[in-house]
């Protein structure tokens, strides 16, 4: 597509730049401040004791905490189109253990800016990628980002209360302690849990992204907040209720993944797509089936389900299992 046949415009200078988003120290504190966010319980990630004892010698991070960090974006696509941005979707792939004392570097791509017209419209995604290299210099995971651009008009119930926060869920999830060996597996096997959107964990979860201040530097990280949070942001956006945060959406897809796969398993990539907004008070049933096993592989398709039977986010992990003994 030529410059004239685009129906955006944006900056072609940053392809193919790498940019320098900053870099931190791992500690537990950040580590246990994920796993609280997100509740997770798998002493690998939350038990000094038992995970000294496990396959990495101690405490790692979750896989999904990477994406968590708070980047500073350096190379900014300047998208021009619509009047609306949201996250239309985001891979990780996860290739070393990350382990409290490590320092991460963040790099910085714009992989590339294209458009694709759907029964919606005309849609504009640009696709940034993170690279986490590690004080050896190793990759440990990388986390591709597409932010979509549309046209969004206000919504009919813009002036619509809060949700009040949800009782407990009704869907109990498959019990998923203990060790899964590839040979337990199979095609079609299926597990699930549950999760209720609430505004506190979502404004939680936008402190962990979000860099520490520069001076005279505008703020960034966590999105546009506002319609994560404010009702009537939201509905500026096209949106009838605040929304969920993509990284927090794909997290708990990884964390449904990584309960199941037990401490000697490995997610080594997951790729979600954000179909329609998980909004706050949303009773999300989370769904994985698997789809394939192959050598020491297994390919698990994975969602979120709310209670209006719409699946906001789909994707695919891949995860590496052991072999029985």
Known sequence: MTTEERPFTFDESVLGVIGDAGSVIVTREMIARYCEVL?????????????AAGPYGGLIAPPGFVSALPVRSVLNPKVKFGNSTFLGGRRIEAFE???????????EEVKDVYAKTGRTGTMVFAIRRISYVNQHGVTTATCDTSSLYRQTEQVASAGAPEPQAPEPGHHRARDVDGQRYIE????ADEFEGSWDVTKEQVAEYLTLTRPPAVEGAPP???????????????SNSGLSRPISHGGLNTSICMKLVTDWIGNEGWLESIDTSFRRPAMHGDRLVTLGLVTDVEGNQAKIDVYLENERGERPIQGVAVVRLPHRP
Not at 184 to 187: G, H, K, R, T
Not at 220 to 234: C, E, I, P, R, V
């Open 97 to 107: 253990p990350v382990h409290p004392g490590d320092t991460l570097s963040f790099r």
């Open 220 to 234: 960034q990280g966590g999105g546009n907040a506002s319609y994560f949070l404010d009702g009537a942001a939201a």
């Open 184 to 187: 337990d597996i199979e095609p």
């Open 39 to 51: 509740g997770e319980t798998n002493p690998l990630w939350t038990d000094e004791a038992q995970a």
